[in-house]
């Protein structure tokens, strides 16, 4: 566990140095990740399929972490909660392939995004396109920084 912490850190201080986002996946290990990058002082974050406690959530966005959300949103109230408390300024949507489907027992595929889409749009109470214009802004900011 302290090996993986420490090569952790190292990975948060080479994002920094390079100015690349840190993309993470924290499965069973929100706190203690949350924590660290807290502790390293880690900016443009995206915590990929984020599995924490709406108490995490809270304090990942005042970190001003993104959150990104696979269609699985369709069926899992959890993350149908995050997108109904997060800033649509701080998500993303993934496909998490193969992996988490909005239907039970088949493949996630990149075309399942539009489903994801569809479900933050009508948790959002806006249309599709608008939901469609903040996430590729999001993108740019994150992912296209100089």
Do not use: W
Not at 124 to 134: A, G, L, P, T
Request: aromatic residues 8%; charged residues 35%.
């Amino acid at each position: 566990m302290e090996e993986q912490k420490e090569v952790f850190k190292k990975t948060i201080r080479l994002a920094e140095e390079i100015k690349k986002p840190l993309v993470v996946h924290t499965r069973k290990a929100e706190k203690e990740c949350l924590d660290i990058l807290e502790e390293m002082k880690a900016k443009n974050v995206v915590l990929h399929c984020f599995m924490g406690n709406m108490k995490l959530v809270e304090r990942a966005e005042k970190l001003g972490y993104f959150f990104s959300i696979p269609s699985i949103i369709v069926r899992l109230k959890h993350f149908q909660e995050v997108v109904s408390r997060v800033s649509l300024n701080n998500l993303f949507t993934e496909t998490d392939a193969p992996y988490l489907s909005h239907v039970r027992g088949e493949r996630s595929e990149p075309i399942n995004v539009k489903e994801t889409i569809k479900k933050i749009a009508e948790i959002k109470k806006i249309e599709d396109s608008e939901v469609e214009k903040i996430i590729f802004s999001n993108y740019q900011k994150v992912f296209l920084k100089e």
